[in-house]
């Protein structure tokens, strides 16, 4: 079955969130920026140092680089979602970070194999897996379910996303041209509206897709379920919580 997703809708609302929250997504960015420079430079900073310590220190660093990714893709999520965004969310799905960095590994490995084989299946797979960060955020799946979550969101929609995706370039190669200023303005305006279709394929999803079968002889679930804002809110820490009510 096709689906269909207006990307001048998605466009307008990534400019219309983009220009409510410009100063607080400015911070996000240059927070972002800020954390991939600490990465270029860790090894220069650590060169002093015994190896161990100096791959210790990548990693963490590394980590910090990951979770600041991740964080962004969140506050997008919020913002396409006309909900309120803190830069603590930038910090918030922590405990999903592992998940997120398993399921980006098995992304590079499989874009990987698909450029080898004539570059055509990479671009393909590329896209068909490319929302799995959103749905570790949105229903909290492990890597796996995540990567097959997302193939299921994109089925009958590839080609649209494929343009919308050069569109999404062609937007930030122009921001890079106005004196590299306007990628202030363009890349949070084409991160929310890639959050935004996905709620618009999402939705458009069967969601008995993406539950997980539970686990023999406890009818829970494997996976940790869906990033519960309010219960991260309630608790002040990324603690699992439920954030659901318990029965009478």
Known sequence: MEKQFSKKEALRVGLEMTRRHFGFLLIVLL????TGVLLDSTSDLLAGFALPVKAAGMVAVALIAFMIEFGTIRIALCLADGKAAHLGDLFSPARLLWKYIAATILYWVIIA????????????????????????????????AALNGSARITNGAKLELFFFGALLIAINIAGLMALVAGLLVTIPLTMIASAFVYRRLSAGTDSDLFKVAPVQGSGKMKDDGPFNDAAYRETGAGEKTSGRS???
Do not use: R
């Open 31 to 34: 927070t972002a920026v800020l």
């Open 113 to 144: 194999c698909g450029l080898f084989l004539l570059i055509v299946p990479g671009i393909i797979w590329a896209i068909k897996f490319g929302y799995y960060p959103y749905v570790i955020l949105d229903k909290g799946l492990g890597p796996f």
């Open 246 to 248: 318990a029965s009478p």
